[in-house]
């Protein structure tokens, strides 16, 4: 039967398209459904808005008019639904500590928090991409103890003693940047480099471990595999074999770690600022979460949560294209 008498439903699609929006359809059933667990979380955190903003001293009819005024009194389905129409038309409603509209606030924390991320990524990335692969190539040599060596401490320091370790010595011994990255309100950080110093080192030794050890696990398995065993037998020479044969083949593991570092840093960004006091989102949910300021700490967890969500997404369909297995629908 001819391809053009089949019905159109049954007429089959491109693979890749295929994929591409079943993991998009994937993706907005996820983000509704992260919607609905954290309007939830945020329902039952301690504490009681109209205690943070009035103080305790207040009379329980004020704080109840309070409540009734921030539409806090209604049904959490009821406040679910106004909440979730909002944001879908991006209106993230105001702060309740502040009174201003949450959506200028969050835009401004966010472009500090791309400037700290993008930064950090044009480091880690580069750096950890040559070392994973020199130390994969060159797995149980000299080189490759040393930079296992160091990943491995790398890997055992959290964000924040890293961080507290290079201010104390750095800012405090040394006196070369400042101890803390107070960024004057709706100034870009790039007009203060030496702000972003510190933030910057700590995600790249924090990211960097991680990024490292997973690109040069990548490479060797890659260098252990049967169709680069089988161009060596060809008598291919080691660079030809590395260049043609291994690194193209370890890219998607390679794609896959980028995103996974970058979906960290996301969180990571979350303890550094708070360490160093950078005005992102990071240290804007910190203080939200105290200030029990749930509009803001609604906006900024599913912002983050799309984030994830949309990382995700890009790094499968980045691997789909790599792998010519995938990208053709074969199995």
């Given at each position: 039967?001819?391809?053009?008498?089949?019905?159109?439903?049954?007429?089959?699609?491109?693979?890749?398209?295929?994929?591409?929006g079943r993991r998009v359809l994937t993706g907005l059933v996820l983000a509704f459904a992260v919607?609905?667990?954290?309007?939830?979380?945020?329902?039952?955190?301690?504490?009681?808005?109209?205690?943070?903003?009035?103080?305790?001293?207040?009379?329980?009819?004020?704080?109840?008019?309070?409540?009734?005024?921030?539409?806090?009194?209604?049904?959490?389905?009821?406040?679910?639904?106004?909440?979730?129409?909002?944001?879908?038309?991006?209106?993230?409603?105001?702060?309740?500590?502040?009174?201003?509209?949450?959506?200028?606030?969050?835009?401004?924390?966010?472009?500090?928090?791309?400037?700290?991320?993008?930064?950090?990524?044009?480091?880690?990335?580069?750096?950890?991409?040559?070392?994973?692969?020199?130390?994969?190539?060159?797995?149980?040599?000299?080189?490759?103890?040393?930079?296992?060596?160091?990943?491995?401490?790398?890997?055992?320091?959290?964000?924040?003693?890293?961080?507290?370790?290079?201010?104390?010595?750095?800012?405090?011994?040394?006196?070369?940047?400042?101890?803390?990255?107070?960024?004057?309100?709706?100034?870009?950080?790039?007009?203060?480099?030496?702000?972003?110093?510190?933030?910057?080192?700590?995600?790249?030794?924090?990211?960097?471990?991680?990024?490292?050890?997973?690109?040069?696990?990548?490479?060797?398995?890659?260098?252990?595999?049967?169709?680069?065993?089988?161009?060596?037998?060809?008598?291919?020479?080691?660079?030809?074999?590395?260049?043609?044969?291994?690194?193209?083949?370890?890219?998607?593991?390679?794609?896959?770690?980028?995103?996974?570092?970058?979906?960290?840093?996301?969180?990571?960004?979350?303890?550094?600022?708070?360490?160093?006091?950078?005005?992102?989102?990071?240290?804007?949910?910190?203080?939200?979460?105290?200030?029990?300021?749930?509009?803001?700490?609604?906006?900024?967890?599913?912002?983050?949560?799309?984030?994830?969500?949309?990382?995700?997404?890009?790094?499968?369909?980045?691997?789909?294209?790599?792998?010519?297995?995938?990208?053709?629908?074969?199995?």
């Amino acid at each position: 039967m001819s391809t053009l008498a089949l019905p159109r439903s049954r007429r089959r699609r491109h693979p890749l398209l295929a994929h591409a929006g079943r993991r998009v359809l994937t993706g907005l059933v996820l983000a509704f459904a992260v919607s609905i667990l954290v309007f939830a979380v945020t329902q039952v955190l301690p504490g009681d808005p109209a205690d943070a903003i009035l103080g305790r001293t207040a009379t329980p009819a004020s704080k109840d008019a309070l409540r009734e005024e921030l539409g806090l009194d209604r049904p959490v389905v009821a406040q679910y639904g106004d909440w979730a129409s909002s944001v879908v038309t991006g209106d993230l409603g105001d702060s309740i500590a502040s009174g201003r509209p949450v959506g200028p606030y969050v835009r401004s924390r966010l472009g500090n928090t791309l400037a700290l991320a993008l930064a950090t990524l044009v480091i880690v990335i580069p750096l950890a991409l040559v070392l994973g692969i020199l130390s994969g190539v060159r797995a149980g040599r000299t080189v490759d103890h040393a930079v296992s060596s160091i990943s491995l401490g790398l890997v055992a320091l959290p964000e924040f003693v890293t961080g507290t370790l290079l201010a104390i010595f750095v800012a405090v011994q040394l006196d070369l940047v400042p101890p803390v990255s107070l960024i004057p309100p709706d100034e870009s950080p790039l007009r203060s480099p030496e702000l972003l110093l510190l933030p910057v080192v700590t995600l790249t030794l924090a990211g960097l471990a991680y990024l490292l050890r997973m690109v040069r696990s990548g490479v060797i398995e890659t260098m252990r595999s049967d169709y680069v065993q089988m161009a060596r037998l060809n008598g291919l020479s080691e660079r030809r074999v590395i260049w043609r044969h291994a690194l193209p083949n370890s890219l998607a593991t390679t794609v896959q770690v980028v995103a996974a570092t970058v979906q960290w840093l996301v969180g990571g960004v979350v303890v550094v600022e708070a360490v160093f006091q950078y005005p992102g989102l990071g240290l804007a949910l910190v203080q939200s979460v105290a200030a029990q300021d749930l509009p803001v700490v609604q906006a900024i967890t599913v912002l983050i949560a799309i984030f994830y969500i949309a990382v995700n997404i890009v790094a499968d369909l980045t691997v789909t294209l790599l792998i010519p297995k995938l990208r053709t629908g074969g199995m």
